[in-house]
């Protein structure tokens, strides 16, 4: 006796709610580059994507949990009281400053690879 198609089971089984097969992998991509805290290398290695771009276009997907995180750490950075800027806010001396013009526009035209992983380490 061979084994039912993913169909046949899923019409044999209606108390199970269907699902599409595929899914799972996007489910996977997406759990995968969460608790690796965004490595986009590793996990299309595990995917076996030809490009990283490919993997977090397709298959990487935004969890609400992950999204309400995010937000609760900005406003708490963003409206945090500062008694005196930050070390990390001032430039070392002699450190060349850039304008939030120049840096856009460095950003807007950075490599695809450069993008998706700014968005992951934006996301996480």
């Not at 580059?33 to 771009?53: E, F, N, P, Y």
Request: glycine share 6%; charged share 20%; net charge negative.
């Amino acid at each position: 006796m061979c084994p039912a198609s993913d169909a046949e089971w899923q019409d044999a089984h209606p108390e199970f709610p269907r699902i599409v097969f595929h899914g799972l992998r996007h489910s996977s991509a997406t759990y995968q580059l969460m608790i690796s805290g965004g490595d986009v290398k590793a996990v299309q290695g595990t995917t076996g994507h030809a490009t990283a771009d490919m993997l977090v276009n397709t298959y990487a997907h935004i969890q609400q949990s992950s999204r309400v995180e995010l937000g609760k750490k900005f406003e708490e950075g963003f409206y945090a009281k500062q008694e005196s800027p930050s070390p990390q806010a001032m430039p070392a001396a002699g450190e060349p400053t850039i304008s939030m013009t120049a840096l856009l526009e460095l950003l807007k035209n950075a490599d695809p690879e450069v993008k998706a992983q700014l968005r992951l380490a934006l996301l996480t």
